[in-house]
């Protein structure tokens, strides 16, 4: 019989199998680098770092300083009780497993937490669904309180995972939840040392802890915030940069602040009183670099000093709007007029044009620095007069983008002997086919500076190809013309004749292709979106 030759190294020695290694006691992996072992846990799912700490003391150590912890509920509890079920061949669980699988994540929790008491830790997150009947609820009040004295860098805590619920009374959302009671953090003078902090579904008074003195991110979800404004909140955060507020509950003039704010990006995310998804606006941000507002209403709004100001983006989402929305609308906007980089959705492009005179006097020609315009627009009658009041309102505009989505005009409410009327403001008495033709005057972007021209979403349309049109005639300095189209992917193959359709949408590409220019240097292209467009 004829023995395998045994591998040999660079010297012609044979190579020493792992028995030999093991007998000669050669231990790779005490010799490996911390960083890189530390590196390879990060990768493991916590059950596992339990297994190889029952093998190897190296690693158990290693288990104590790791500077990351992952601490779900939901995924540890779902990973054991399929375990149980696996070796009792049950396909449905019991709920004596649950409740088994919670009282080992508790124990679980109340170890790590134990074992890295006087270690930093980069990142943590705590994710639990919290009900008072839990058979450790009296635990998270220590778990909290552990995390917020310790040296973390990052901190999540997330409450539950229970969606929300919204129901309509009339026309604005009112929010409701499943959850018996919401848990609200410690009242405790706590100075914790985190730079990050995301919070999810609780109660915060920040008023009443001590100070976060090295906090720059703060990120809210489902956070009833009880500080009756935002000057009280952010005192606790002397170099607070960053505000994300994701369906929060604030009090009516939580916003209202005399104080000037040192936040550089803001964000309110479908934000919400206690009974209406509307509040008052009334805030100093000499340092405001972003700002973000996504809800489903506006009210009377004033945001100062805005001078820093790069990128500003308001969202409104819904399907009718009153006399005073322009206005709002407006006074918000001329405060902003610094800002570089403008997107609007198109409610806000059909509430817009209904401002007072005086507003929008002031509003015409006042954004001097913006240079890039997004507006998302389904290409409907109520549109226009706000697209040209915004080309009117950016004399430096280089450019301009066009989303393209499914859009309807806005109905519209006046109130009447305390009731509600429809009516249709006066900006809208117009002939649409020669509306744009009558406008190029004093839209100065267009004559002067307008470079760039992306438009998203095409779907051949009258409307859009109109508009298409009219730009093309009218920007003397356009370079480039981007369309992306959401045409289909064509079916045919080499074999078959195109269908009719395909043969349109073929012939509407090349008409965009063909329309005059008024600039001898644009060039224009037709591709097809992708995903990662932007």
């Not at 990142?123 to 973390?152: A, C, G």
């Not at 509407?508 to 224009?524: C, G, I, N, Y």
Request: aromatic share 10%; with cysteine; proline share 4%.
């Amino acid at each position: 019989m004829v023995r395998n030759k045994q591998p040999t190294n660079e010297d012609g020695k044979s190579g020493e199998t792992s028995k030999q290694i093991a007998r000669e006691g050669v231990d790779y992996i005490s010799h490996m680098p911390r960083e890189v072992m530390h590196h390879i846990l990060l990768f493991l799912p916590f059950e596992y770092w339990i297994i190889l700490g029952m093998v190897s003391k190296q690693w158990q150590y290693l288990m104590y300083e790791t500077p990351t912890f992952i601490l779900d509920e939901n995924e540890i509890v779902s990973k054991m009780t399929r375990q149980i079920r696996g070796v009792l061949h049950e396909e449905q669980p019991r709920s004596e497993w649950l409740d088994e699988g919670k009282q080992r994540f508790a124990e679980f929790v109340n170890r790590i937490l134990i074992y890295h008491s006087g270690c930093l830790i980069t990142f943590t997150r705590l994710s639990l669904q919290y009900e008072p009947r839990t058979i450790y609820s009296l635990n998270v009040n220590n778990w909290v309180h552990f995390l917020m004295t310790r040296d973390i860098e990052k901190l999540e805590l997330k409450f539950s995972s229970t969606p929300i619920l919204y129901y309509e009374l009339e026309g604005l959302a009112v929010r409701r939840t499943r959850t018996a009671q919401t848990f609200q953090l410690p009242r405790h003078p706590f100075e914790p040392k985190f730079t990050s902090f995301f919070l999810n579904f609780c109660k915060l008074e920040a008023s009443r802890f001590g100070s976060f003195m090295n906090l720059k991110v703060l990120y809210l979800t489902d956070v009833k915030i009880l500080d009756r404004s935002i000057g009280q909140f952010v005192s606790k955060c002397p170099v607070l940069e960053d505000l994300y507020l994701e369906r929060c509950s604030v009090t009516e003039r939580f916003f209202v602040c005399k104080q000037d704010l040192k936040i550089k990006h803001l964000i309110l995310l479908n934000c919400m009183t206690e009974y209406w998804q509307m509040f008052a606006i009334d805030i100093t941000v000499p340092h405001l670099m972003n700002l973000v507002i996504i809800g489903r209403y506006l009210m009377n709004s004033t945001i100062r000093n805005a001078t820093n100001l790069e990128d500003c983006s308001i969202d409104i989402n819904q399907g009718f709007s009153d006399n005073e929305q322009g206005n709002f609308l407006a006074m918000i906007m001329i405060n902003l007029r610094s800002c570089k980089t403008l997107a609007l959705s198109s409610w806000c492009i059909q509430v817009l044009p209904t401002l007072d005179i005086g507003l929008s006097q002031q509003l015409h020609g006042s954004f001097t620095n913006l240079t890039n315009l997004r507006l998302t627009v389904g290409y409907v009658k109520q549109e226009l007069p706000g697209i040209v009041l915004l080309l009117q309102s950016c004399p430096c505009l280089e450019k301009l983008m066009l989303d393209i989505y499914t859009a309807k005009d806005i109905d519209w409410l006046m109130i009447v002997n305390d009731m509600f009327e429809g009516y249709e403001p006066e900006v809208f008495h117009f002939e649409e086919d020669n509306y744009l033709e009558n406008q190029t005057r004093d839209i100065l972007c267009l004559q002067r500076s307008l470079k760039v021209l992306q438009i998203y979403g095409f779907m051949g349309r009258n409307q859009e190809i109109h508009l298409v049109e009219f730009l093309l005639r009218n920007a003397l300095v356009l370079e480039n013309l981007v369309i992306y189209n959401d045409f289909p992917d064509e079916c045919g193959t080499r074999e078959s004749a195109p269908s009719l359709r395909e043969l349109d949408q073929r012939r509407t590409l090349q008409a965009l292709l063909d329309l005059p220019r008024a600039s001898s240097v644009v060039q224009v292209s037709v591709e097809k979106i992708r995903v990662f467009d932007e």
